[in-house]
């Protein structure tokens, strides 16, 4: 079957890091997405993985393992307006590239 | 700007009344997407299209329809929308088989 899992929520303070963990199982795999949502509004991206290892843009870095189906998101200097729902999507290759959604991890951010 | 619009941003309408959410896109993608997203879950996929080709997800209740009569446009018909519908349902596009998926901003619809 397929699978996306990641906690629920986190909480952090202004200013500290926090690290978002993804698990997937899916039929095919094409690559790892991670989308910030805010409440109420729709998912914006963020990073894409295909190829095992790190990739850093600015304050967030994406790390993906394949061969453990495994990713994690690092949020570093959190800011207020980091509050928000972080979503972890693997790209299956089912049809002609169809999403496979987490259910979302809610970060707090905290003065 | 190049973008995924969604009309309208709020939808309101009655149990059993049928309602149509439209979605239009400028990006020129091929392929058009239908999620739909309750509170604190994952967003689910209800439809997808490449070009006109369509494929309806397993488990869409037949409740709801798709239409896309070009490539800009893409349509979702719900047609006897229940208390159990109501919530985000967002249209995102991407070219085949790419690494990303542009999302408009969404309409919340309320079923009362």
């Known amino acids: 079957g397929q699978n996306i899992d990641q906690p629920t929520e986190m909480t952090a303070t202004e200013g500290a890091i926090v690290q978002i963990n993804c698990t997937y199982q899916t039929s095919g795999f094409n690559g790892l997405f991670w989308y910030q949502q805010h409440a109420g509004e729709a998912p914006t991206f963020l990073s894409y993985?295909?190829?095992?290892g790190l990739e850093e843009k600015g304050r967030f870095s994406s790390f993906l393992s394949r061969s453990k189906g495994y990713s994690y998101l690092l949020l570093k200097e959190l800011q207020m307006k980091d509050s928000a729902s972080y979503l972890c999507?693997?790209?299956?290759?089912?049809?002609?590239?169809?999403?496979?959604f987490g259910a979302g991890t809610q970060v707090v951010v905290t003065p | 700007d190049a973008m995924v619009i969604q009309n309208p941003r709020y939808q309101v309408t009655q149990f059993g009344k049928p309602v149509t959410l439209s979605c239009s896109q400028t990006?020129?993608?091929?392929?058009m997407y239908w999620y739909q997203q309750k509170s604190s879950q994952a967003p689910k996929l209800l439809f997808h299209?490449?070009?006109?080709?369509?494929?309806n997800e397993a488990d869409t209740p037949d409740n709801f329809q798709s239409r896309r009569p070009n490539t800009s446009f893409c349509f979702l018909d719900i047609r006897s929308p229940g208390l159990g519908d109501a919530a985000m349902y967002l249209c995102?596009?991407?070219?085949?088989?790419?690494?990303?998926?542009?999302f408009g901003p969404g309409t919340r619809l309320t079923v009362t």
């Open positions: 993985n295909v190829l095992d």
């Open positions: 999507a693997a790209l299956t290759t089912d049809s002609w590239g169809k999403f496979q």
């Open positions: 299209y490449y070009d006109k080709d369509f494929n």
């Open positions: 995102a596009t991407s070219r085949p088989y790419s690494a990303e998926q542009y």
């Open positions: 990006l020129n993608h091929n392929v």
